[in-house]
T-cell receptor, first 109, second 116 residues
Framework: SQKIEQNSEALNIQEGKTATLTCNYT??????LQWYRQDPGRGPVFLLL?????KEKRKERLKVTFDTTLKQSLFHITASQPADSATYLC????????FGAGTRLFVKA | DTEVTQTPKHLVMGMTNKKSLKCEQH?????MYWYKQKAKKPPELMFV???????INESVPSRFSPECPNSSLLNLHLHALQPEDSALYLC???????????????FGPGTRLLVL
């Protein structure tokens, strides 16, 4: 069955450092992969989408890579800030979207 | 307007009650979704509507009954729920409804449901 794993349940980093979150998947050949941010008690917010023919995508301080050979996506937040503290979810699929369990990021001032 | 709205924000109901959750979007999106999310877990897909027709039902118990009255509205009717159904219920919409159309999902804030 299709499976998505996000490597860390929680990640603690110091303000100003780069946070790197990992998403691995199995039994799937996605045309694209998405990353969402979710704050407690709120709905997920779309951040970035990367297609299978794209190696890297950037948006302000965010960068996503997609390696279809390794079946892995990396999500980077550079110059992290306490306001970046949230749960980050990777997602595969179109209509039948499957979300990873998420990584809770804590950025300490 | 890039907002998905959901009402109510909070709902407490007994196991014999009938209630409805409502979701609305005015982005012209042709696909709408219901998800259930338990604490510290990812959203789990329940239903997908495409062009106002139910296209995916993830084997959801019949005590949950979705309805799509028009392209902007999505309801979830609740009846005879169990305490384990307590969760955050999220509605989402996407522009794409078929093929390679954009399926980036825009989520509402959710309805926090407690079943006593």
């Amino acid at each position: 069955s299709q499976k998505i794993e996000q490597n860390s349940e929680a990640l603690n980093i110091q303000e100003g450092k780069t946070a790197t979150l990992t998403c691995n998947y199995t039994n799937y050949s996605p045309a694209y992969l998405q990353w969402y941010r979710q704050d407690p008690g709120r709905g997920p917010v779309f951040l970035l989408l990367i297609r299978e023919n794209e190696k890297e995508k950037r948006k302000e301080r965010l960068k996503v890579t997609f390696d279809t050979t390794l079946k892995q996506s990396l999500f980077h937040i550079t110059a992290s800030q306490p306001a970046d503290s949230a749960t980050y979810l990777c997602a595969l699929g179109g209509f039948k979207t499957i979300f990873g369990a998420g990584t809770r990021l804590f950025v300490k001032a | 307007d890039t907002e998905v709205t959901q009402t109510p924000k909070h709902l407490v109901m007994g196991m014999t009650n009938k209630k409805s959750l409502k979701c609305e979007q005015h982005m012209g999106h042709r696909a709408m979704y219901w998800y259930k999310q338990k604490a510290k877990k990812p959203p789990e897909l329940m239903f997908v509507y495409s062009y106002e027709k139910l296209s995916i039902n993830e084997s959801v118990p019949s005590r949950f009954s979705p309805e799509c009255p028009n392209s902007s509205l999505l309801n979830l009717h609740l009846h005879a729920l169990q305490p384990e159904d307590s969760a955050l219920y999220l509605c989402a919409s996407s522009q794409g409804a078929s093929g390679l159309g954009d399926k980036t999902q825009y989520f509402g804030p959710g309805t926090r449901l407690l079943v006593l």
